[in-house]
């Protein structure tokens, strides 16, 4: 449902109202997805007034469609005792999780000490431990886990008891004695097979997991490559400790996307719309400061060819172009470069193989355009004017460069394990820029 401002404004004058029980009507429908948009748009006092008329498990999957920052400013306003009992008791341990590093270490003890299930807040203080970019920081420890000694009687027994506990089941796992991943149980088999048969006789092995400390963007490429709708997540001697699911997944996705999306743009860290000035400052200045480092660096370097400007007015037609185009072909290429090692489709090791590809490429580009501008030229200026074939040759070597930069910096910076993302944005324009002034003013002073 699309929340239109006459909505929101109703809702708002309800609520000034204390009119619950209009406020109950227009909510009872609504998704809470749609209920945590609404929310988004509401003060945190009011946001209060909306949740005390939610049942608990909807308030609790409202709380976590929230925006993260108006979450956090909603959650400053509640007793630790309200969020326990009201949010987190109603939680699969992953949201729960991830509610509580959102909040400093002392508000996690207050929640932690007013949790009446101990088992649920052991399981929270497990995973608060493992580095939130690893499976162990993103799964959840809600699934459905059988023996595969047990019998199928047995196993239906269980299985119910426990499907009673959760919301969706995604895979039934098999462990050993030891909580040992073993397999699969495919739940077709549940009817298929005799009742005399054991889990281990009839289930899937060798099931594909992930390591508690496989990097987030492996996990995603394995559910990804394999179609899988969750992944278990083993410990280093195979135990079965959680599994991660698609929704938690795609959450993922996204603010990675965004991350790299920001970086590209010359951002330096992760911004909203809705964040405040200074943060939004804080976030673009770096790069606005180094890009008018690099601006002042071209003119210094052009500063120092007066005489040639004055003996060739018109090479200053083409600054522009220059700078332009290699900041374009360099960008284009650290793109490529960037999505290839995302996906895995490209290993940092492969350099010189990737640069020769990209060499020719660049081959065959810097051919076209630079044969394009001096037709133009040739037609413009004549045969025998300087900027006729200076222009042309800079422009080859330019796209050459650029392309082999725009290569080779991110798959170093891959290497050096640092966020290649950063290559495809001012970095790399900025670079191009200076270097292909270098390189036009240089190859004019050769060729005058």
């Not at 492996?218 to 699911?245: A, M």
């Not at 400061?289 to 007066?306: E, H, K, P, R, V």
């Not at 081959?363 to 001096?374: G, Q, R």
């Not at 270098?438 to 004019?444: A, D, R």
Request: with cysteine; proline share 3%.
């Amino acid at each position: 449902m699309e929340m239109d401002e006459a909505y929101i404004d109703n809702v708002k004058n309800l609520i000034e109202q204390k009119d619950a029980e209009n406020v109950r009507s227009l909510l009872i429908d609504l998704h809470p997805a749609d209920i945590a948009e609404l929310c988004n748009d509401l003060s945190p006092e009011e946001a209060r007034f909306v949740y005390r008329l939610l049942d608990n498990e909807t308030a609790a999957d409202v709380l976590m469609e929230m925006d993260e920052d108006v979450r956090k400013e909603f959650l400053e306003i509640l007793p630790s005792e309200t969020i326990a009992k009201r949010f987190v008791d109603y939680m699969d341990t992953d949201d729960a999780v991830d509610l509580m590093r959102e909040l400093d270490e002392e508000k996690q003890g207050e929640i932690l000490s007013h949790i009446e299930d101990i088992e649920q807040a052991g399981d929270i203080v497990d995973l608060l431990k493992y580095d939130e970019d690893t499976a162990g920081g993103l799964m959840g420890t809600e699934m459905v886990v059988v023996n595969e000694n047990w019998s199928m009687p047995e196993c239906l027994k269980e299985m119910r008891q426990q499907a009673e506990q959760l919301d969706e089941i995604y895979y039934v796992y098999v462990i050993d004695d030891e909580n040992r991943l073993q397999g699969v149980f495919p739940l077709k088999k549940m009817i298929t097979s005799p009742s005399v048969s054991k889990v281990k006789h009839v289930m899937r092995k060798d099931p594909i997991s992930v390591h508690v400390d496989t990097p987030v963007e492996d996990v995603v490429q394995t559910i990804e490559k394999y179609d899988l709708v969750s992944v278990p997540v083993v410990d280093s001697i195979g135990r079965l400790v959680g599994q991660i699911t698609v929704d938690d997944v795609m959450d993922e996705v996204r603010e990675q996307s965004e991350r790299d999306y920001q970086l590209a743009s010359g951002l330096s860290q992760d911004v909203e719309t809705d964040d405040n000035v200074m943060r939004q400052t804080s976030a673009r200045l770096p790069w606005l400061i180094i890009g008018m480092l690099g601006g002042i660096g071209n003119s210094m370097i052009l500063g120092n060819f007066d005489a040639t400007f004055a003996a060739h007015p018109e090479m200053a037609l083409y600054i522009p172009l220059i700078g332009g185009t290699g900041g374009n072909v360099g960008t284009q290429s650290s793109a490529i470069i960037v999505q290839g090692l995302a996906n895995n489709s490209l290993d940092a090791k492969d350099i010189f193989k990737q640069i020769t590809k990209e060499s020719v490429v660049a081959l065959i580009n810097a051919t076209i355009i630079s044969l394009v501008v001096y037709i133009y030229n040739f037609v413009r200026f004549g045969a025998t004017a300087t900027v006729t074939y200076s222009v042309s040759i800079s422009l080859f070597a330019v796209v050459m460069f650029a392309s082999i930069f725009g290569t080779l910096v991110p798959m170093t910076l891959e290497k050096l394990k640092v966020d290649p993302a950063i290559a495809t944005g001012p970095f790399i324009a900025i670079t191009n820029d200076i270097i292909g002034m270098m390189l036009y003013m240089g190859i004019t002073v050769l060729l005058s």
